[in-house]
């Protein structure tokens, strides 16, 4: 069986079609993408999925990673930091060692195709390699720009403004540019240890390993011990929710351990569950992907309290599993819950606690919730819609001035029919 | 009664969209400015805020309003405005100018009448974006009613957006593709009745199946 066809079940052969017939359009077209790493991470993580997709369509598409010394790269933390608003010095030497880095590899690197797809800051000066007439580059910008510090936008708008076209993830991540602005949302893989099916059995084997005991029902946030994930105000939520309604909370996650300001959420998350045998918090390795699975299948409402988030896959995750959530309307949040549609979104911990309590009395409400939020994910937050999007963005750089573009070989009008 | 030949030298060729979204920068805090906006944005723009639900949230019935009904309800909690905005009869306009027009006035006629406006929470700002519609050949093509009846069964989404939605707003052909070809194989009947059927007030299944048991009723009634 084929890669995609593995996705059959989830999406349906028509989209599956869609794919194979957009991947046809791109059969001649040489594409070259580039990140900082091969391994780890976000982008790594989707561009290992995605690649092979993609070549299975026939798109003739090749991986790169730029290559930088531990002084460049701790230049790009720093940017990467100021990019998300928090005050950092960049120093004309700072500059000139990411300019000295990106002249290395402009040099080393084969950069003659027909698109050219560059992930986040570190590479972005890749640029300077563009020839004239030759090839349509893309910036694609995973993380949120909308508040940075500005003279580290300033030093990288100099390369961004020379790109083709630009991808953000969210509306609410971007910048005014000058040039277009796709957006394209990130995705979950179905197939994953974290999404895919679980059996009953290996549910409860998670919980028993776990002692998180399934008498009663069970309201859940997967998320790391961070301030801006709010788990103490998720405490307080669920002790105000727990007046009415007997419910056990379990709060898992990581970050404790290789981060000092986790480790102090982390203490006032235990001193706010105060010894409660209702309250859960469970540490967990960054690769413990199944036990989240298995947390969010036996639960019986999910929360993602986030006081600022990123975009927030966790829901995505949540929806998939058909399971109602209950979500801070912050970051990429709002693209995945419509309110009242397809979970709820709230903005104080008296809301949620609210909100709690109403799911928890109508579950039938509270299933249709899920079911919708399932569906939701299938139509816009699988894989498949993820690779589609990079396909329909290649072919969009052809034709950048028009809002209807036919890709059938027919006469423009058809109406005839 | 016999009716018309059911097989014509014209076949109907399924067509599919797929959707790109821009963003625009453009963002309102409040109804002023989304007004403002609203004036001067182009008309993809007013196509997705009035029809990305449909695609996005297909499995929902009834199907939630237009994004700016979504917005003025649950993020300004201006509920009168949100009602008569969610209340705009999408079918009957044949154009995106006058559909915007439309909503246009609607924001004006309610701005009239309040001297304080309530402006939405940070983060929470209406985001102007634009649809990027590609449109797409499928494998499936139809010379017969049965043939026709059961491609629809086989069709994704994005053909039945495509022939209900993008053919009448935004390549402004008047009507939907299905009743015009019925038509032209002379299933008058058959063509008024996919005419009159209000797209919008379906789930994308929900439409897909009544094409379908209109397009049997229709083959039954031939048959005796």
Redesign the interface.
């Known amino acids: 069986m084929s890669l995609l066809d593995g996705f059959e079940e989830f999406v ?1 052969r ?2 599956l ?2 794919l194979r ?2 991947g046809a359009r791109l059969k001649d077209r040489k594409i070259v993408t580039v990140n900082s790493t091969a391994v780890g991470g976000g982008v790594a993580e989707i561009l290992n999925r995605l690649i092979p997709l993609s070549r299975e369509l026939g798109v003739d598409i090749r991986w790169d990673v730029i290559k930088g010394g531990e002084d460049f790269f701790a230049v790009t933390k720093r940017i990467h930091n100021a990019l998300h608003g928090k005050a950092e010095t960049f120093t004309a030497h700072d500059g000139e060692v990411f300019r000295e880095t990106t002249r290395r590899n402009v040099a080393e690197m084969d950069l003659d195709a027909d698109v050219l797809f560059i992930h986040d800051p570190q590479p972005v000066g890749l640029i300077e390699a563009r020839k004239a007439g030759r090839g349509r580059w893309v910036w694609r910008c995973h993380i949120d720009v909308a508040a940075p510090q500005q003279d580290v936008w300033q030093f990288l708008d100099g390369y961004v403004s020379r790109y083709d076209a630009s991808v ?1 993830s969210a ?2 991540f ?4 000058s040039l ?5 949302t990130p995705s979950i893989d179905p197939l994953s240890d974290k999404n895919r099916e679980l059996s009953e059995g290996e549910i409860a084997a998670v919980f028993d390993r776990l002692k998180i005991p399934r008498d009663k029902p069970i309201v859940t946030q997967v998320s790391r011990f961070d301030r801006l994930k709010d788990p103490v105000g998720v405490v307080v939520a669920f002790r105000l929710a727990k007046k009415y309604n007997d419910c056990r909370l379990v709060l898992a996650g990581g970050g404790a351990t290789d981060d000092p300001e986790g480790s102090e959420v982390l203490r006032a998350v235990h001193e706010a569950a105060d010894g409660d045998p209702d309250i859960h918090v469970i540490e967990l390795p960054p690769t413990a992907n199944l036990e989240i699975n298995a947390i969010q299948r036996g639960s019986t409402v999910i929360l993602q309290k986030s006081l600022k988030e990123g975009f927030g896959l966790t829901v995505s995750e949540a929806l998939w599993k058909a399971k109602p959530v209950i979500a801070g ?3 990429g949040i ?1 693209l995945q819950v ?2 009242r ?2 979970g709820i ?1 709230t ?1 104080t911990i008296e809301g949620t606690a609210f909100w709690i309590k109403q799911l928890l009395n109508a579950p039938d409400f509270a299933r249709r919730l899920g079911e ?1 939020g399932r ?2 994910v299938r ?2 937050f699988l894989l498949a819609r993820h690779l ?2 990079y396909l ?2 290649f ?2 750089l052809e034709h950048r001035d ?9 006469a423009p009008d ?4 | 009664m016999a009716g018309p030949p059911d097989t014509q030298p014209q076949p109907f060729s399924f067509m599919s969209t797929l959707d790109l979204t821009l963003l625009t920068s453009r963002r309102a805090r409040d109804l002023a400015e989304l007004l403002e906006h609203l004036r001067i944005v182009s008309g993809s723009v007013v196509y997705y805020h009035t029809h990305h639900f449909l695609v996005q949230h297909q499995y929902l019935s009834p199907e939630p309003p237009n994004d700016f009904a979504y917005w003025v309800t649950n993020v300004l909690q201006e509920d009168r405005l949100g009602e008569q905005l969610a209340a705009i009869d999408l079918i009957q306009f044949r154009t995106i100018r006058s559909l915007r027009e439309r909503i246009i006035e609607v924001i004006e006629a309610y701005l009239n009448e309040r001297q304080q406006l309530r402006v939405a929470p940070e983060g929470e700002e209406f985001h102007f974006r634009e649809s990027v519609s590609f449109v797409v050949p499928t494998m499936h093509v139809a010379r017969t009613l049965a043939e026709f009846a059961d491609c629809m069964e086989r069709i994704g989404f994005g053909s039945l957006t495509f022939h209900f939605f993008n053919v009448r707003l935004r390549l402004e052909r008047g009507g939907d593709d299905f009743s015009e070809w019925c038509r032209s194989l002379g299933e008058h009947e058959l063509a008024d009745a996919i005419a009159r059927l209000d797209p919008y007030t379906y789930t994308m299944d929900g439409l897909r199946k009544e094409v379908v048991r209109l397009v049997h009723r229709r083959l039954r009634e031939k048959q005796r």
Do not use: K
């Open positions: 349906g028509g989209t079609d869609e017939l957009l953000f509306p609410s971007s910048r005014d540019l277009p602005q796709v957006m394209i309307a912050v970051g709002p419509t309110h549609y397809s979104l903005h919708n569906e939701h139509t816009n589609r999007e329909l963005l072919l969009f028009e809002r209807v573009i036919r890709l059938d070989a027919m058809r109406a005839s029919l």
